[in-house]
């Protein structure tokens, strides 16, 4: 089981955090009493939730000697775990916590947003000072936080994840489709009579299509593009891609293509999987 503390700064950026680490696999609870942690990291070994990520910070009373003595505990039971700090600079948290219209936990009886954040990292001081790693998000764009974030906590295996969906222009475009591919100029195996009703992935019709020249440069080109625009999507922190290529029933020409298409970029070392929507349609 793989644990992680997240503590912070308010406004430094931990909702976010919270949403990249739950794409790459982590089941994460937010404002977590820090007496309670042991008790639910002792579940988790059993469960079918191998990393896990627990928010701790000033909204539920934190209190710095309670927390070392709670990380004793969870060591003491065997539990491995690491922290991350997300900070800002002052000037940063003061403007983002006034954009956001929301009163500063720490900001009570009056005594202002300034006065809050100086008592906030003053309680949090020592759990920076101990944390694996600390990020300061006062100069990252939204898109820089989110890469930092995969470089530390995505396995190799999860930097990105693709759908190749085939589909038929005649039952409309897949709405969740990042991009679409038109391979309807294809030769098409629907007008010979014993491809007719069978699909593209059946050895037969796949042969059909892909001996066209036209198809197999199509798919050359496309897996070309892809594997440029990918890189540059793991760069920017993109978890999941879509891709759809369409031809007009959905049943041959698209299937066959992405069939083909999965194939290459297994190869490659990219996490696939297919769906085609429309196979079992007309």
């Not at 949403?19 to 988790?44: H, K, Q, R």
């Not at 505990?73 to 065997?78: L, P, Q």
């Not at 219209?101 to 300034?114: A, E, F, I, S, T």
């Given at each position: 089981?793989e ?8 406004g430094?950026?931990k ?5 990249v680490l739950?794409?790459?696999?982590f ?5 977590m009493?820090?007496?309670?942690i042991p008790y ?7 469960s079918?939730?191998k990393?896990?990520?627990?928010v ?6 934190l209190?710095?000697?309670e927390f ?9 039971i065997?539990v491995v775990f690491?922290?991350l700090?997300i900070d ?8 983002r ?12 009886q ?5 006065a809050?954040?100086?008592?906030e990292r003053q309680?949090l ?11 300061d998000?006062?100069?990252?764009t939204?898109a820089?936080l989110?890469?930092q ?6 396995r ?9 969906c ?8 897949p709405r ?7 391979v309807?100029f ?6 010979v009579?014993?491809?007719?009703e ?8 796949a042969r ?9 440069e199509?798919v050359?080109?496309?897996?070309s ?17 879509v891709i ?6 959905g049943?041959?020409?698209s ?7 999965a194939?290459?970029?297994?190869a490659?070392?990219y996490?696939?999987?297919l769906?085609?929507?429309d196979?079992?349609?007309?």
């Amino acid at each position: 089981m793989e644990c992680l503390i997240i503590s912070g700064m308010s406004g430094a950026g931990k909702s976010l955090t919270v949403d990249v680490l739950e794409d790459v696999g982590f089941y994460c609870i937010d404002n977590m009493p820090v007496a309670m942690i042991p008790y639910f990291a002792e579940l988790f070994p059993d469960s079918r939730y191998k990393r896990i990520a627990f928010v701790v910070d000033a909204r539920g009373g934190l209190d710095s000697a309670e927390f070392f003595s709670v990380m004793e505990e969870m060591r003491r039971i065997g539990v491995v775990f690491r922290i991350l700090f997300i900070d800002a600079s002052d000037d940063v948290l003061v403007n983002r916590q006034r954009e956001s219209r929301r009163r500063h936990p720490l900001d009570w009886q009056g005594k202002g947003l300034v006065a809050a954040i100086n008592e906030e990292r003053q309680l949090l001081a020592p759990i920076r000072s101990r944390a694996d790693f600390v990020i300061d998000t006062s100069y990252l764009t939204t898109a820089g936080l989110r890469s930092q974030l995969m470089n530390l906590f995505c396995r190799s295996d999860q930097r990105i994840t693709l759908t190749l969906c085939s589909f038929g222009f005649k039952y409309g475009l897949p709405r969740d489709s990042d991009m679409v591919f038109d391979v309807r100029f294809l030769r098409n195996p629907y007008y010979v009579s014993e491809l007719r009703e069978k699909t593209g992935q059946d050895e037969d019709v796949a042969r059909y299509v892909m001996e066209s020249p036209a198809a197999a440069e199509f798919v050359d080109r496309l897996y070309s593009l892809l594997d440029f625009l990918l890189a540059r999507y793991i760069e920017e922190g993109r978890t999941s891609v879509v891709i759809s290529v369409g031809c007009t029933g959905g049943r041959h020409r698209s299937v066959a293509v992405v069939c083909r298409l999965a194939e290459r970029l297994s190869a490659g070392g990219y996490a696939v999987s297919l769906r085609h929507r429309d196979i079992s349609k007309g």
